[in-house]
């Protein structure tokens, strides 16, 4: 009797298991989407609004100072072609990441600048998360404050983009999650004490309080492969592009906040 | 008991884990052959290293952070006996393929790894039984 009720218990079992594949296999519908800022406490909030708060500015500042500064063998400053990047630069980040034609594949905007850096100053390019690239990507970014993240409308991009989707959806390291369990399913709950965001990158490269620092969408993603105790993947890897080209996707429409700060 | 029930002997090339026998829901018997001590498994579950106060909340008044992302722990000896606590850590996902339950027992079928964490289980065998004892005595 007992092993019947095991039997009837396990079918049961199967049963809601495959009702919550089907349930969990939604996305956060459009009307639903938020920031991670709707979630922050008034002090957080208050320093990211007030720019003479907001610790991310310095980095935005030294960025202006490295858009005006004469560079390379070509000894021209990104303003020299550019010019002002309040006109030049708005929007920019909102589009980001874009196909590039002469590398058949998706680019971020660190990318971007780190290939403009080497193609027209010929000058050495910047490491990933070097203090000089994240200065020149936050100025570049805060560019488009306030716009709607855009992702353009380029059918090149949809194979990078859904490998992207794939990615955000396997389980993987030893606790064996995918993203999409905690930031589409679980969003608002607790993981121990911490909200679970959404996971927009509406406001990169983010000053987060833990970091004590300014930092790229790729350090915050490689953290996330770490709490779920697998290999993350190196910076600039075609991996984590196609991650942000997803995660940019399903962000679409969410006012760019750069530079934005998080706990 | 019908044997329609008894599932395949669960098959583990690694040296590491130990082989155990699902039955229905459960696995009845200590994976170590003992039975664990709960006060080592109560402190286990108190250390957020083990991962289970991420998601679970319990009575442990001691932890500030705990989750909410998944049923109290409180009661748990009373909802599950401990052949069905055991299955439920080594492998929920055998219950429900969707959980958000690691198998803290299972090496094989994951992606990857991070080094340090290659080919060990998320806790021993030792560990689980303890945790097992423990859970067992959260009655109401």
Known sequence: MKAARGTQRLALGVLLAALATLCSAAEIPLSERRSGYADLGRETKAMQDDDTANPGMLSVLEGEELWKTKSGTEVKACADCHGDARASMKGVAARYPAFDASRGRPVNLEQRINICQAERQQAKPSAYESKELLALTAFVAMQSRGEPIAPPDDARLTPFREAGRQLFFRRQGQLNLGCNQCHDDNWSKRLAGNLIPQAHPTGYPIYRLEWQSIGSLQRRLRNCMTGLRAQPYEFGAPENVDMELYLMWRARGLPVETPAVRP | ?140
Not at chain 2, 44 to 69: D, M
Not at chain 2, 112 to 129: D, F, T, Y
């Open chain 2, 1 to 140: 008991m019908s044997l329609a029930t008894v599932q395949p002997l669960a098959t583990h090339a690694e040296d590491a884990l130990h082989p155990y026998q699902v039955v229905g829901d459960a696995i009845p018997a200590s994976l170590t052959g003992k039975p664990g001590d709960p006060a080592r498994g109560r402190a286990i579950v108190a250390n957020r290293q083990n991962t289970c106060l991420l998601c679970h909340s319990g009575p442990f008044p001691e932890e500030r952070h705990q989750g909410n992302l998944s049923p109290s722990l409180q009661g748990a000896g009373a909802r599950w006996t401990a052949a069905e606590l055991r299955l439920r850590m080594v492998d929920a996902s055998r219950l429900n393929p969707a959980t958000i339950m690691p198998s803290y027992y299972q090496v094989e079928g994951l992606t990857r790894v991070a080094g340090a964490w290659r080919g060990k289980p998320i806790l021993s065998a030792e560990q689980i039984e303890d945790v097992v004892s423990y859970l067992s005595t959260l009655r109401d």
